[in-house]
Nanobody, 126 residues
Framework: QVQLVESGGGLVQAGGSLRLSCAAS????????MGWFRQAPGTEREFVTS????????YYAYSVKGRFTISRDNIKNMLYLHMNSLKPEDTAVYYC???????????????????WGHGTQVTVSS
């Protein structure tokens, strides 16, 4: 079992930046593909970005490409999401997810994930 705990959310003005963190415990995540999803009120959870375990290849939703950066620290067992140039439409609860070890997927689909955190709220004011 892997436990995931997100932190770093908050209220920020449009154009600002935030860094989200996801602390993993229970198992080492070096062999796990990891990702961030988000869910705004009244919408379904949507893919934001993922990073695979093989070569740390990264994937981004079109809406965040060039503004958000995903990274991982396998020694600290941490996942990060650096968010720049934030927009009001980025307002959502952000979730960290993990796919069990040595998976072949890229983590673009919610159904691929085996573990989720409880989320952290990000609110961007205009």
């Amino acid at each position: 079992q892997v436990q995931l705990v997100e932190s770093g959310g908050g209220l920020v003005q449009a154009g600002g930046s935030l860094r989200l963190s996801c602390a993993a415990s229970g198992r080492r995540i070096s062999s796990y593909t990891m990702g961030w999803f988000r869910q705004a009120p009244g919408t379904e959870r949507e893919f934001v970005t993922s990073i695979n375990w093989i070569r740390a290849n990264t994937y981004y939703a079109y809406s965040v490409k060039g503004r958000f950066t995903i990274s991982r620290d396998n020694i600290k067992n941490m996942l990060y999401l650096h968010m720049n140039s934030l927009k009001p439409e980025d307002t959502a609860v952000y979730y960290c997810g993990a796919i069990r070890g040595y998976g072949l997927g890229n983590g673009l689909k919610e159904a691929e994930y085996d573990y989720w955190g409880h989320g952290t709220q990000v609110t961007v004011s205009s």
